[in-house]
């Protein structure tokens, strides 16, 4: 985990330059692709890697029976995606060198899904150290690759993808080099129908739940280069890129939320007391961030030297916007980490599915008008729906009290914060970063105050004496 989230300011920063270098438009194309490829590319897996992982771990002979089955089955499937991929870009209008670029940047990421799906035994068998170097290698290759063609101005859009996709084939096929000298020879067959069709049905849940949660934020990248234009894309892409490296946080602190919410699922008050601690550890440093990008917003696209001032402000508007929703989650992603740590993953998938139809309807009616801004908003109203349900649904099926208390001071925090950053935006002149250390102080200065912090667990944190 900590070398994901090492890797990622590093692909930030990276793919700010790459867009630069090749225009919003050119960048918005691409991020479109590879947004429609991740959609099929999720449905593809069919839940298979979750199901292997989860059926190793408990099953050790699981692979002498299945693996022989499994192996040219998710084969099979990654050749019939891009297959898929290529009619659904016909079908969407793509052309010429855009379809070929659709099915260039689709073939890297189905290797990319191929590599992860290799990597399940290594994650079934407890190999966490050998799982998280696996894990990165991709990205760290390909993050070399493209720095190397940005150093020796090489970079073009071509170059660009095959350098993914030369990186996603060549660790696909150390990853399974690697599993045949970790786990010896693997069994392989040609798939009979019967135990195929009954793995499938086995990985159909984990296949529904992947694609809920993928498309949801993938679809208004797609939706926008096809009923707006790519340019439009482009400047979303290089908004959302942000709340995507915002987000690693959250989404790296409530898994460990996750398994302890399952863990106390038959007592409710060792669940509250799990809920009010992760309250806080997830909102709180996402709010300083929110409040440095609504005040500050703009020194995110430093790198976007070729940007007009125009282009600029129309990303950091956008920018504003998604953040407002990097807001709404952390106030209540906790909430779903708790339903889907409880076995309440039914009514959470509703939820999901309620929020994709309002996504889809809003942009259907205002991409074309509104662009990229229209998709900033539409991503937020989605957003506040499933996360009042999520709150819903805690307090009337779970009986857990919600803690509103804890969410007014939360609020209470951040006005303050917002209220002193915009005395200091008007009365002090600051250089940004300047203003930024000033007011993460102000900010931890606000927390004992507000009752988020109190001063006995301040003092737990200190190293004690020994005797």
């Keep these: ?9 590093g692909w930030v920063l990276l793919e700010n330059v790459v867009q630069d270098r090749l225009g919003h438009s050119t960048f918005g194309l691409l991020a479109a692709c590879s947004a429609l490829a991740v959609v099929v590319a999720t449905f593809a897996d069919l839940g298979l890697t979750q199901f292997t992982v989860q059926r190793l771990a408990a099953e050790p002979a699981f692979a002498d029976r299945q693996f022989g089955t499994l192996f040219p089955l998710r084969g099979l499937l990654t050749l019939a995606s891009l297959l898929a991929l290529v009619a659904l870009g016909w079908g969407m209008g793509y052309r010429g060198p855009q379809l070929g670029l659709l099915a260039a940047v689709g073939a890297g990421l189905l290797l990319t899904q191929y590599g992860q799906f290799l990597r399940a035994p290594v994650q079934a068998r407890q190999h966490f150290n050998t799982d998280a170097l696996l894990s990165v290698l991709e990205k760290l290759l390909a993050l070399a690759l493209v720095a190397g063609l940005l150093l020796g101005n090489q970079l073009s859009l071509s170059m660009y ?6 990186v996603a084939g ?72 942000w709340l995507d490296a915002a987000m690693m946080y959250a989404w790296t602190v409530l898994p460990l939320f996750f398994a302890r919410f399952a863990y106390a699922a038959a007592r409710p008050r060792e669940l509250r007391q799990l809920l009010w601690a992760g309250q806080r550890v997830v909102a709180v440093p996402l709010l300083l961030v929110v409040a440095f990008v609504l005040f500050r917003g703009e020194v995110l696209f430093w790198q976007f ?48 599915a309620g929020s994709i139809a309002l996504n889809l309807s809003l942009n259907l009616l205002l991409l074309p008008s509104y662009g990229a801004v229209a998709a900033a908003l539409n991503t937020l109203l989605s957003g506040v729906l499933v996360s009042g349900g999520y709150v819903w649904l805690v307090a009337r099926r779970m009986g857990i009290a919600v803690p509103w208390h804890l969410l007014a001071r939360l609020a209470l925090a951040f006005g303050l914060l917002c209220g002193g950053w915009y005395l200091a935006r008007t009365q002090l002149a600051l250089p940004w970063w300047l203003e930024a250390g000033l007011m993460s102080v102000f900010f931890v200065g606000l927390l004992p105050l507000t009752g988020l912090v109190h001063l006995r667990e301040l003092r737990q944190l200190r190293p004690r004496r020994r005797g």
């Design 305 to 352: 030297s070729r940007s007009t001032g125009a282009e600029v402000a129309h990303m950091t508007l956008c920018l504003k916007i998604l953040f407002l929703n990097v807001l709404v989650n952390a106030f209540f992603a906790i909430y779903s980490t708790l339903l889907t740590g409880t076995r309440y993953q039914r009514p959470v998938s509703w939820l999901v």
């Design 170 to 241: 060549f660790t696909a096929v150390l990853f399974l080099g690697l599993l045949r000298r970790l786990f010896g020879r693997l069994p392989h067959r040609w798939p009979r129908r019967r135990p195929a069709g009954l793995l499938l049905r086995s990985s159909l849940p984990f296949a529904f739940i992947a694609l809920l949660y993928g498309i949801n934020e993938r679809v208004d990248m797609v939706l926008l280069e096809r009923l707006s234009s790519a340019r439009e894309a482009g400047y979303y892409a290089g908004a959302y890129r």
């Design 161 to 166: 993808v095959g350098a993914r996709l030369v």
């Design 1 to 9: 985990m900590a070398l994901n989230l090492l890797v990622k300011p």
